[in-house]
């Protein structure tokens, strides 16, 4: 399982296919930017594919079959569950908190240049 965001028109829809916030859904396969159901483990990422004026955000849960472009942290699966509608505040909040998460604290270096 992995935790993730994923984004949607203001019906709720991706690619044209109905979601709703609680929902399980499965596919056949995953090919990344291809086939199966696709989110962004990174929140920031989502924003790339659904900007803000329109759209809507969910956190979810992808499973079974997966495949990763490399491109970003979009990920395609075969089961997604739709766990909780959030605000782009918490898209956001969620964002900074990820790539905080990832910042090597014990081992950060001061980095000058000459601007």
């Known amino acids: 399982m992995i935790k993730g965001f994923k984004g949607f028109n203001r019906d709720m829809q991706c ?3 109905q979601f709703e916030v609680g929902g399980t859904y499965q ?3 995953a090919i990344a930017c291809q086939a199966g159901f696709h989110f962004c483990e990174n929140p920031l990422d989502v924003l790339g594919y659904y900007p803000p004026a329109d759209s809507r955000y969910a956190e979810v849960e992808g499973s079974g079959s997966t495949d990763r472009d490399g491109s ?3 990920v395609a699966c075969t089961k997604l569950e739709v ?4 605000t782009l505040n918490a898209l956001i909040s ?8 990832r910042v090597d604290w014990a081992n950060k270096k001061e980095h000058q240049t000459e601007d």
């Open 15 to 17: 690619q044209g296919f």
């Open 94 to 101: 969620a964002g900074v908190k990820f790539i905080l998460d």
């Open 83 to 86: 766990k909780a509608e959030i």
């Open 72 to 74: 970003d942290s979009k």
């Open 27 to 29: 596919e056949e396969k």
